[in-house]
C-alpha cells in the first residue's frame, strides 16, 4: 500500500512556457506504461547479434573469407540495430511529461494529475483543458500546436517537419490520450461531451419552440377557405 507523502506542488498555469522541465515532471520515456518500448529495443538488439552471428558462422563454415563472413555479420547487426534505434527513438522523442499522479505512472493517484508538452524551441507548456492538433505553420513551416476548438488557438510551434508523418501522428495521439487520462483523475468535465450535451438541450429547445409556434397557427381546411373566397 502506498504512503501519503506531501511534496511541494509546483503550479503550472496555461500556456506558461519553462525552459527547463520542473523536478515533480517525468517524461513519458521515462513513466512506467513506457517500459515495455526499452524492453522491446534490448530484446531486438540482442536478436539483431544473435541472427548476425549465425549468418557470420553459416558463411564461414561453407569456406567463405572468414574477413567477408565478419563483414556480413557487422552490417546485418548495424543495419537491425540501427533500424531498432529509430524505432525506440520515435518513442524516446515524444515531447511530454507527466506527475506522479498521472495514470501513466502505473500507480494509485494521490493527489492533482498534471502533464506538460514540449514545443520546438525546447520550452515546455501546459496544454490547458483541451484536446490538441497541430495545423500547418505558415510563416516558419512545419507544425504549430493548437487546441482543437473552434477557432484553434496556437499554443507554440510544435515540429519542423514538413508533413505529417506516422511519428507525429504518434505523439499527437499519445499526449491527447493523456489529456483525457489526466481529465479523469481530476474529475474534469470533457469538453467534448459538454458540447454534445449543450447541442442536444439547443436542439431540443429548438423544437421545442417550432412545435408551439406551429400550434398557434389556425389551421384551415381547403373548403373553408373556398367559402370564404366566394365572401
Known amino acids: 500500500m502506498r504512503e501519503v507523502q506531501v511534496e511541494p506542488r509546483c503550479n503550472h498555469s496555461m500556456g506558461e512556457s519553462m525552459d527547463q522541465l520542473p523536478v515533480d515532471m517525468v517524461r513519458f520515456i521515462d513513466t512506467p506504461v513506457a517500459q515495455p518500448f526499452h524492453k522491446g529495443r534490448n530484446v531486438a538488439w540482442i536478436g539483431s547479434i544473435i541472427v548476425g552471428g549465425l549468418i557470420g558462422a553459416i558463411l564461414n563454415a561453407v569456406a567463405v573469407n572468414t574477413l567477408v563472413a565478419v563483414a556480413v555479420m557487422l552490417s546485418i547487426i548495424a543495419l537491425n540495430g540501427t533500424v531498432v534505434w529509430l524505432r525506440f527513438r520515435s518513442h524516446a522523442s515524444t515531447p511530454l511529461a507527466v506527475n506522479m499522479h498521472h495514470p501513466f505512472m502505473d500507480d494509485e493517484p494521490l493527489g492533482e494529475a498534471m502533464l506538460l508538452v514540449q514545443l520546438s524551441n525546447g ?88 412545435l408551439e409556434e406551429e400550434g398557434e397557427l389556425d389551421v384551415e381546411s381547403p373548403l373553408v377557405s373556398f367559402f370564404r373566397t366566394k365572401e
Do not use: C, Y
Not at 179 to 191: E, S, T
Open 123 to 210: 520550452t515546455w507548456i501546459d496544454p490547458g483543458v483541451h484536446r490538441l492538433r497541430i495545423i500547418p505553420d505558415d510563416l516558419i513551416g512545419g507544425f504549430s500546436l493548437a487546441q482543437d476548438t473552434i477557432d484553434f488557438p496556437v499554443l507554440g510551434h510544435f515540429s519542423s517537419t514538413k508533413e505529417r508523418t506516422p511519428e507525429l501522428a504518434r505523439h499527437m495521439a499519445l499526449i491527447n490520450q493523456a489529456i483525457a487520462l489526466r481529465d479523469a483523475v481530476n474529475d474534469v468535465p470533457d469538453p467534448i461531451d459538454e458540447a454534445r450535451d449543450r447541442e442536444a438541450i439547443e436542439t431540443g429547445l429548438l423544437e421545442r419552440s417550432w
